[in-house]
């Protein structure tokens, strides 16, 4: 991970300044571990295994072998090496184009040798400067390791205590689910006499009903026999009935003498008697004289009676919004109300050509005593269930979670366990980036808008000899003709768990940095690197 290769650097660093220098002769562009190869005196051959070549020829600003391992020192072949020593920093091979361009790369000015550039070795400068901040990361990374374990002592104390919570609610749920079924059998043997009670509530309320409705039915028809026996002889004609259009059976616009007679059982006139039977042929599409001239009423649909809203005012409230309105209205409107009591509520009157004094029906009556007492006690059987129902899926979804965090791949030793269920921001010019670990990514403007989702939870991403070092985040939300956005978050080590920055690679693939004590490794002693020597 980071830190290893912080502290490598740190201590090859100590290996170039802390020791005495010996120089080693060699010819100019050629590092230490290749120095066997050039011995002066003998023929040379090219690393390459090509060809062999007089040892004067190395160096001598002509390219001889094909791999340009001749020329080490000059720029004379364009695949050559040039190796800087650097001594007091790190050793570092260039190009051998560069070799005497007049530009200085390497810190100990070696690779202008001929050039005439003002150079300055500023390699010991450099090293000191490295030294610094290695030691600086370092110091962050032993107290980085230093927090990893404090995170890993309470991670296994937190994972001790969710086992045996676990346990427990494991244990309390067998008694819970036992309390509901004994609930449930409760509930169900109380329902049984309620339910028979207000079967017999509403049948002897239909009854009743229906004795009202005959006695009104019988008191329209002689309203009506009244009306239509303009002569009062106490019989309806047939020329008395034809004074109704609206009586043409055949709907043709024509209600002719022999129709009329028809309606009248084929007589021409008939007493309040038989006239019973032609009222109850004519009583839906009979109008009242009183009526004739007034216009028929029009139903009004419930959602068409709200006030009217303006273009601004339906757009600040849309439909879905409306409409959840109107499901908190009829909500409010039924708490209370006994479910099994729908069946008897009075339907709404169904507009006719004359006026229904089905409106003008009385309420259903309140139970009586008896029966309210079995519906009060239904209703508590009900409650006491619904309340132990609730509470056993609030343990299955606590026992749920619980294994979820105890079988969650939290790192070797849970070191990253305490980044659940936290989030973390960082702030840009333009945005507000979310990161909830091993939850979701997400991207939300400065100065108002809506959330973006960068991606969900997936898995660990790094390699396989560090894992751990990525997290990868999935299936966000879809880019304009494009794919769904991801994110990659590269994890640091650091004494504090902070988002450090953000940005965008690849279209929709996004990559964050976050530092945590989680992923720090402990140092090598610094005092294991003192013992070595200068390559010169």
Known sequence: MCTIRMSCQYLLLLLTVSVSAVEVQRPRGVPLSKRQFYEEGKPFTCLDGSRTIHFDRVNDDYCDC???????????????????????????????????????????????????????????????????????????????????????????????????????VQSGKKDLE???????????????????????????WEEEKAVIRMKKDKARMAEVFLELDGDADGFVSMAELLSHSELDQDSDSSFTEEEARALLGGVDKVDTDVFESVWNTIKEKYISETNMDAPDPVETPQEETREPVSDNESEQYPEDDLMEEEDEEEDEDDEGDDPDD??????????????????????????????????????????????????????????????????????????????????????????????????????????????????????????????????????????????????????????????????????????????????????PSPDSGLHGHEEL
């Not at 509901?180 to 109380?190: D, N």
């Not at 029906?361 to 409650?383: F, G």
């Not at 070191?415 to 939300?444: A, G």
Request: include cysteine; proline fraction near 5%; glycine fraction near 6%.
């Open 178 to 204: 036992e309390k509901v079924e004994a609930l449930r059998t409760v509930k169900e043997t109380a329902e049984q006499p309620e339910r028979e009670a207000k079967e017999r509530h509403l049948k002897a």
């Open 342 to 523: 729908e069946e008897y509520k009075s339907l709404p009157a169904t507009r006719t050509r004359e006026k229904k004094d089905d409106g003008d029906e009385e309420p259903m009556p309140p139970y009586d005593q008896q029966t309210q007492s079995l519906i009060d006690a239904a209703q508590k059987a009900r409650n006491d269930f619904d309340e132990s129902e609730r509470a056993l899926r609030e343990v299955d979804d606590q026992i749920s979670n619980l294994e979820k965090e105890i079988s969650f791949d939290f790192g070797p030793s849970a070191e990253f366990s305490y980044l659940y269920s936290q989030c973390y921001e960082l702030s840009t010019n333009e945005y507000i980036y979310r990161l909830c670990p091993f939850n979701r990514v997400s991207q939300k403007p400065k100065y108002g808008g809506s959330e973006t989702n960068l991606g969900t939870w997936g898995k660990w991403a790094g390699p396989d000899n560090d894992i751990y070092s990525l997290m990868k985040y999935e299936h966000g939300t879809g880019c304009w003709q494009g794919p769904n956005r991801s994110t990659t978050v590269k994890l640091t080590c650091g004494k504090e768990t902070v988002v450090m920055s953000t940005s965008e690679p690849s279209r929709c693939e996004y990559l964050m940095e976050f530092t945590t004590p989680a992923v720090c490794q402990e140092p």
């Open 66 to 168: 094909n791999d340009g391992s001749d020329e080490p020192g000059t720029a004379a072949c364009p695949n050559g090496s040039f190796h800087c020593t650097n001594a007091g920093f790190r050793p570092s091979f260039i190009p051998s184009s560069r070799i005497n361009d007049g530009i200085c790369d390497c810190c100990d000015t070696t690779d202008e040798y001929n050039s005439g550039a003002a150079c300055q070795n500023t390699c010991r400068e450099m090293g000191r400067k490295e030294k610094e901040s290695l030691q600086k990361m370092a110091e962050i990374a032993k107290e980085g390791f230093m927090l990893k374990q404090q995170l890993i002592h309470e991670a296994k104390k937190g994972l001790e205590e969710k086992k045996a919570k676990l346990a427990e």
